[in-house]
């Protein structure tokens, strides 16, 4: 890929994946509000339950992984098959590649729910707070907002790049390039693999992760959160 077409592809990539990501923070949000919920009822922390945000995160792998994996087929001039028998296929391969990886996801995240309100529980040891003081500290936005945009922004990126994956075996690609974000926030690892191109099924050396493209759950959490870099198949 030349320059051009790789500043190309990464904007349409980036405007594909903010979409997504502002689609799924409202959804993720109110499910982690629900979390809080969950505990303020009961007051007992082992019915903070992780299943409605794992059923979440599976349709934002299906849907976002389909999505992106069709409007990147043209690129590797794939032809055969209308719309809807390409998004079930790529549906089909997105279940089984992440439905145990995101039990996980979900589960991880369900933890950090609970470490967060077991902090504020301390906090309310420590400061003699009244149940309906802890409510309001655990009901406030800051609880959830922005947790929800990291993890929208985190899971949208993996789910696209792995849809696209998933478009280059199936076109029979042999090779791939990771395309760095084009802005001052990227990370030094992330600018230092830019344009870096290796077979289909080797993993990028990103500092001492490696991964099969940008936010796969190889990578270290300093490599995977927040990342917007997008791969792509070499022609």
Same mark, same amino acid.
């Given at each position: ?13 980036? /405007? ?14 109110t499910v982690l509000k629900k979390q ?32 992106? !994996? ?16 390409? $998004? ?41 707070? $009244? ?8 009901? #406030?936005?800051?609880?959830? *907002? ?5 993890? *929208? /922004?985190?899971?949208?990126?993996? &789910? &696209?790049?792995?849809? #696209?994956? &998933?478009?280059? /075996? ?9 395309? !760095? ?27 001492? $992760? ?10 270290? &959490? ?14």
């Open positions: 890929m030349t320059q051009k077409e790789q500043q190309e592809f990464w904007l349409k990539f980036h /405007r594909f994946q903010m979409r997504y990501e502002l689609m799924y923070t409202p959804k993720i949000n809080i919920q969950q505990y303020i009822s009961s007051k007992d922390l082992i019915y903070v339950r992780s299943s409605e945000l794992y059923a979440l995160l599976m349709d934002l792998y299906k849907t976002t992984g389909a999505a992106w !994996a069709y409007q990147t087929r043209g690129l590797l001039n794939k032809k055969g098959g209308g719309q809807m028998g390409f $998004s079930e296929r790529v549906i089909s391969i997105m279940r089984q590649i992440f439905e145990f990886e995101l039990l996980e996801t979900a589960e991880n995240i369900t933890q950090t729910t609970i470490r967060l309100i077991q902090e504020v529980l301390t906090d309310a040891a420590l400061e003699g707070w $009244s149940f309906d003081e802890i409510v309001k500290k655990l009901v #406030s936005p800051e609880m959830t *907002a922005q947790r929800a945009r990291l993890i *929208a /922004r985190t899971e949208t990126v993996n &789910a &696209a790049n792995a849809g #696209s994956m &998933a478009n280059l /075996r199936a076109a029979g690609a042999t090779k791939k390039i990771w395309i !760095a974000a084009r802005d001052n926030r990227t990370r030094e690892h992330h600018r230092d693999i830019n344009q870096t191109v290796i077979g289909i099924d080797e993993l990028f050396k990103v500092g001492d $992760s490696y991964m099969m493209h940008p936010g796969s759950k190889e990578g270290s &959490a300093e490599e995977v959160c927040n990342c917007r870099c997008a791969v792509a198949g070499v022609v």
